[in-house]
C-alpha cells in the first residue's frame, strides 16, 4: 500500500525559500510515489491574518504557488482546509483528550506571546486544529520543516492518548524532517519565517530579489582571511548546489580573498536561474484564479470523504454516533 503524505502551509503571507526547500519541494517529488495530500490551512491563518483582502488574496496566491511549482492535481489531492470541516469538527473532539499543560509548553505559542501578539485561543488550540489535520485523514508522515517538531509530538501524544482512552482508532503519524533544508536561514541569520519579515520570497521581481540577496547578513572579516561557514550566505547557496559545487564553495570560503559581494552576485544568478521557468506558469495560474478554484474544489470534495471516514470512525468509538 502506498504511504499516506500530509502537509499544509499557512496563506499568511508569500511563501519563501525556507518553506520551498523544508517542505513545499519535498511534497512535490514525494507525489511520484505516495499517496500525497497537500493542503493550504486557512483556519490556521485566521488565528494571526485577519484582513479579508489579505486573507484571500494569500490563499489564491499560495495555491498558484504550488501548482506553478510543480504540485500536480491529477496525482495529489490538494485543497483548502476550510473547505473540509470535518476537521473542526475533528478538533473539538480532540480538545477533550488534549491537557491543557501539553498546550503551554507548546514554544511556537509561547515565542508568538514573546513578540507582542496578543494571543486569542484560537492561537492557543492552533496544536489540536493541526493535530486533527493530520488524524483526519489518517496520514502515515508528515514533511515539515524543524520549527514544527515540537507539533508533531502534540500530534502523536493526542493520538496516543485518544486511542488508549477509546480503542485503536488513530493512525500515529511519523514526522519527516530533511536534516540539509530543516532549518533555512532568513536574510538575519534567524529561521527565514513569514512573520519575521526576513525571507526571500520564491516569487519576488529581479530587482526586489537582488536587494533581498544583497541584505544577507555578513561578518566583517578581512578579504584576506578565510570566511566562516557556519553563516546565512553559505547556507543559503548550498540550498541551490550539488555535493561537489558545495565542496567547491567550502573550499572558496576556507581561502583568503573571498569577497562577499561577487557571492551574493552568484548567489542572485543562481536563485534567478532557478525560478524563471517558474514564473510564467505561475502568471499563467494567476490568469485563470477560477481555473484553480476549480481545482481546489475538486480537492477539497476528495478530502471531505476521506476525511469523512475517519470521523464516522471517531464518532463511533467516543459514543458521538447513537
Ligand atoms: P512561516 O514560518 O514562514 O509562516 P509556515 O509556518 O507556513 O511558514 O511553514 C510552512 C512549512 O514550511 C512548514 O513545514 C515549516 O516547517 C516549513 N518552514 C517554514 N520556514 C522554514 C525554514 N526557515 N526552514 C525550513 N522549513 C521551514
Ligand atoms: N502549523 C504548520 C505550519 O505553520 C501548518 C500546518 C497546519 C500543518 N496543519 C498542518 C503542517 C498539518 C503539517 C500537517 O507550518
Given at each position: 500500500?502506498k504511504?499516506?503524505?500530509?502537509?499544509?502551509?499557512q496563506?499568511?503571507?508569500?511563501?519563501?525559500?525556507?518553506?520551498?526547500?523544508?517542505?513545499?519541494s519535498?511534497?512535490?517529488?514525494?507525489?511520484?510515489?505516495?499517496?500525497?495530500?497537500?493542503?493550504?490551512?486557512?483556519?490556521h491563518?485566521l488565528?494571526?491574518?485577519?484582513?479579508?483582502?489579505?486573507?484571500?488574496?494569500?490563499?489564491i496566491?499560495?495555491?498558484?504557488?504550488?501548482l506553478?511549482?510543480?504540485?500536480?492535481?491529477?496525482?495529489?489531492?490538494?485543497?483548502?482546509?476550510?473547505?473540509?470541516?470535518?476537521?473542526?469538527?475533528?478538533?473539538?473532539?480532540?480538545?477533550?483528550?488534549?491537557?491543557?499543560?501539553?498546550?503551554?509548553?507548546a514554544?511556537?505559542?509561547k515565542?508568538?506571546?514573546?513578540?507582542?501578539?496578543t494571543?486569542?485561543?484560537?492561537?492557543?488550540?492552533?496544536?489540536?486544529?493541526?493535530?486533527?489535520?493530520?488524524?483526519c485523514?489518517?496520514a502515515?508522515?508528515?514533511?515539515?520543516?524543524?520549527?514544527?517538531?515540537?507539533?508533531l509530538e502534540?500530534?502523536?501524544?493526542?493520538?496516543?492518548?485518544?486511542n488508549?482512552?477509546?480503542?485503536?482508532?488513530?493512525?500515529?503519524?511519523?514526522?519527516?524532517?530533511?536534516?540539509?533544508?530543516?532549518l533555512?536561514?532568513?536574510?538575519?541569520g534567524?529561521k527565514?519565517?513569514?512573520?519575521?519579515?526576513?525571507t526571500?520570497?520564491?516569487?519576488?521581481?529581479?530587482?526586489?530579489?537582488?536587494k533581498?540577496?544583497?541584505?544577507?547578513?555578513?561578518?566583517?572579516?578581512?578579504i584576506?582571511?578565510?570566511?566562516?561557514?557556519?553563516?546565512?550566505?553559505?547556507?543559503i547557496?548550498?540550498?541551490f548546489?550539488?555535493?561537489?559545487?558545495?565542496?567547491?564553495?567550502?573550499?572558496?570560503?576556507?581561502?583568503?580573498?573571498?569577497r562577499?559581494?561577487?557571492?551574493?552576485?552568484e548567489?542572485?544568478?543562481r536563485?534567478r536561474?532557478f525560478?524563471?521557468?517558474?514564473?510564467?506558469?505561475?502568471?499563467?495560474y494567476?490568469?485563470?484564479?477560477?481555473?484553480?478554484?476549480d481545482?481546489?474544489?475538486?480537492?477539497?470534495?476528495?478530502?471531505?470523504?476521506?476525511?469523512?471516514?475517519?470521523?464516522?470512525?471517531?464518532?463511533?468509538?467516543?459514543?458521538?454516533?447513537?
Open positions: 500500500m504511504q499516506r503524505i500530509l502537509s499544509g502551509i496563506p499568511s503571507g508569500q511563501l519563501h525559500l525556507g518553506n520551498y526547500f523544508g517542505m513545499m519535498r511534497m512535490i517529488r514525494y507525489q511520484e510515489e505516495n499517496d500525497l495530500f497537500c493542503f493550504i490551512v486557512n483556519y491563518a488565528t494571526t491574518v485577519q484582513e479579508r483582502d489579505r486573507l484571500r488574496r494569500n490563499t496566491e499560495a495555491a498558484c504557488d504550488f506553478a511549482l510543480g504540485l500536480d492535481p491529477s496525482r495529489a489531492t490538494f485543497w483548502v482546509q476550510g473547505d473540509v470541516p470535518q476537521v473542526t469538527e475533528l478538533t473539538w473532539i480532540l480538545s477533550n483528550v488534549t491537557s491543557l499543560g501539553l498546550l503551554e509548553r514554544t511556537s505559542y515565542d508568538k506571546i514573546a513578540k507582542g501578539i494571543p486569542n485561543v484560537g492561537l492557543f488550540s492552533y496544536p489540536i486544529l493541526m493535530a486533527a489535520d493530520i488524524l485523514f489518517g502515515h508522515r508528515v514533511p515539515v520543516g524543524k520549527d514544527q517538531k515540537q507539533h502534540i500530534t502523536r501524544d493526542i493520538a496516543l492518548r485518544f488508549h482512552i477509546f480503542g485503536d482508532t488513530l493512525v500515529v503519524p511519523e514526522p519527516d524532517i530533511d536534516q540539509q533544508t530543516q533555512v536561514p532568513g536574510i538575519d534567524q527565514m519565517s513569514k512573520s519575521y519579515h526576513n526571500i520570497p520564491i516569487f519576488i521581481d529581479d530587482k526586489e530579489l537582488k533581498r540577496v544583497f541584505s544577507i547578513v555578513t561578518d566583517s572579516t578581512p584576506e582571511e578565510p570566511k566562516d561557514k557556519n553563516t546565512p550566505l553559505f547556507h547557496y548550498s540550498l548546489l550539488t555535493d561537489t559545487e558545495r565542496q567547491e564553495l567550502a573550499r572558496r570560503f576556507d581561502t583568503p580573498g573571498l562577499y559581494g561577487d557571492v551574493k552576485k548567489l542572485y544568478e536563485i536561474a525560478i524563471t521557468p517558474y514564473r510564467e506558469k505561475r502568471e499563467e494567476l490568469r485563470h484564479e477560477d481555473d484553480v478554484r481545482i481546489l474544489a475538486e480537492g477539497a470534495r476528495k478530502a471531505r470523504e476521506v476525511a469523512q471516514q475517519y470521523l464516522d470512525r471517531v464518532r463511533t468509538v467516543t459514543g458521538l454516533n447513537y
